[in-house]
């Protein structure tokens, strides 16, 4: 096993979605390279999953944020 991390892991640059089963706290974050890939994957995970649009990410810096 050993250790748990102390450091935060840094985000790589792009689009960033959550996954989440429906009424679940915690979900699976999901790059794509860009806007119109990120929204594909809306649209694909949205029928069975709740979607949480995280936003871009540029230099680990989240540049907008947008919650659907």
Known sequence: M????TKPTEL????YIEIRNRGSKTGVKIRRD????MLMAIKEYEAS?????IGEV???KILDNAVK
Do not use: L, N
């Open 2 to 5: 050993g250790r748990p991390a």
């Open 12 to 15: 790589r640059d792009g689009f």
């Open 34 to 37: 860009t806007k119109e890939q």
């Open 49 to 53: 999953k709740d979607v949480v649009v």
């Open 58 to 60: 540029s230099k680990g």
